[in-house]
């Protein structure tokens, strides 16, 4: 029973959280505080909080490249929690967090957003999605993705998603059996400018 309280604390702790970012980044006017950041050390960060939740659902979560950006660090890694947190919940087996010369990237093998990421990235539009013939919800409101594209925007940037059909990079094919995703997903921060 402690542990039902502790479970549903930690969701309404969520919620609230993510409800007041949204009040926060709906003005048009965000303000950030951009300083010269490095996004790997950024990005682990992030692996560490999520680790214990990845390895629960036997899901590997590891962090690739490195680079730095003029990026309010605090602000963009809610961001990157955001998508991570989301990825971790559905995906198969592994999650990545890459960046890369456009920004950050979080990759994952799971089944992919079941609406445009135009319409997900509204404030209270969650979408339930269904894997392997169980319906989940998608936690928070649909809060994430709408802070998560405001935060890049106010970064100069811009919130993608893309599909792709071939297995996540580092993945091995042979050892698993055929997924019905048959592929990876992609969604990704565009930042201005990252530095190698």
Do not use: W
């Not at 990545?96 to 445009?116: E, F, N, S």
């Not at 990421?117 to 269904?130: G, H, I, K, M, V």
């Amino acid at each position: 029973m402690g542990e039902l309280i502790q479970s549903e604390t930690g969701r309404l702790l969520a919620l609230v959280q993510q409800m007041a970012d949204a009040h926060r980044f709906e003005r048009e006017d965000v303000k950030i505080q951009p300083e010269l950041a490095d996004l790997r050390g950024l990005l682990s960060g992030v692996v560490q909080r999520l680790e214990s939740q990845a390895r629960s659902r036997g899901v590997a979560l590891s962090v690739h490249g490195t680079g730095s950006a003029c990026v309010d660090s605090a602000v963009l890694e809610r961001a990157v929690t955001n998508l991570a947190d989301n990825a971790v919940r559905f995906a198969q087996t592994r999650v990545q967090l890459r960046i890369a010369p456009q920004g950050i990237a979080v990759l994952d093998d799971g089944p992919g957003l079941q609406a445009p990421l135009e319409d997900l990235a509204q404030p209270f539009n969650s979408q339930p999605t269904t894997i392997a013939g169980q319906q989940y919800t998608a936690g928070t409101a649909g809060l994430g993705l709408y802070i998560t594209r405001r935060i890049a925007e106010a970064h100069g940037g811009q919130l993608l998603y893309e599909r792709h059909h071939h297995p996540l990079p580092g993945s091995d094919t042979s050892a698993s059996l055929p997924s019905p995703a048959a592929g990876h997903t992609a969604l990704s921060i565009v930042l201005p400018e990252v530095l190698p």
